[in-house]
């Protein structure tokens, strides 16, 4: 079946470590996008991709980072600068990547700092 | 700056009402404007996606309309079961950039 598949689903980082989020599609989608969702709120995009090699900052890039080498894999890594990670990340794509198209999303993962 | 606002944040009715989900936006330069179901922990799931040349779109018991004038859009749930219980949340696709604006999200509680 065509889709996103984020994992890991839950994921705990220790104070000063780096994790990686993945994320792969199937899609054969050009554009993918990384959103945080924090309770009670709605989603802020992280970063985003349009094409293979590309990446633009979105709202709160601050402390994370992102690769593109592949179309169908946008890793999210969450760094230690990142104050505050603990939350739920969604990954999402679109065919073209302009805000025409219909965006899919993955099931999430949920990143916990212990 | 788009913004999108999602009124109310929490929702209960008794299964089998008819209900009626608000989004309103600041910009009426959109391209589309995208309705997206949430159930807890899990990602978001498409419903229904109104381009800016229609005033409606029809799945089911779902029916969202658009009104760009206004800048609002309304999420219209007939016959409401408990299996609508979740979060309903809207987006909208504006020609001003390239990013979906997200709303926060309408809690809805359908009780049995």
């Known amino acids: 079946d065509g889709g996103i598949t984020q994992s890991p689903k839950y994921l705990f980082r220790k104070e000063g470590q780096n994790v990686t989020l993945s994320c792969e599609q199937n899609?054969?989608?050009?554009?993918m996008y990384w959103y945080r969702q924090d309770p009670g709120q709605g989603l802020r995009l992280i970063y985003y991709s349009q094409i293979v090699n590309d990446f633009q900052k979105g709202d709160i890039a601050e402390g994370y980072s992102v690769s593109r080498e592949k179309k169908e894999s946008f890793p999210l890594t969450v760094t230690s600068a990142q104050k505050n990670p603990t939350a739920f990340y969604l990954c999402a794509s679109s065919g073209t990547g302009t805000a025409k198209d219909t965006i899919y999303f993955g099931e999430g993962s949920w990143l916990t700092v212990v | 700056k788009q913004e999108v606002t999602q009124i109310p944040a929490a929702l209960s009715v008794p299964e089998g009402e008819n209900l009626v989900l608000n989004c309103s936006f600041t910009?009426?330069?959109?391209?589309?404007l995208q309705w997206f179901r949430q159930d807890p922990g899990k990602g978001l799931t498409s419903l229904l996606l109104?381009?800016?040349?229609?005033r409606e779109q029809t799945s089911g018991r779902l029916n969202a309309s658009l009104d760009k004038s206004s800048g609002r859009s309304t999420l219209y749930i007939a016959a409401s079961q408990p299996g609508d219980s979740a979060t309903y949340l809207c987006a909208v696709g504006s020609t001003g950039g390239f990013k979906t604006i997200f709303g926060a999200g309408t809690r809805l509680f359908v009780k049995a």
């Open positions: 910009d009426s330069a959109i391209y589309n």
């Open positions: 109104i381009q800016s040349s229609q």
């Open positions: 899609l054969n989608h050009d554009a």
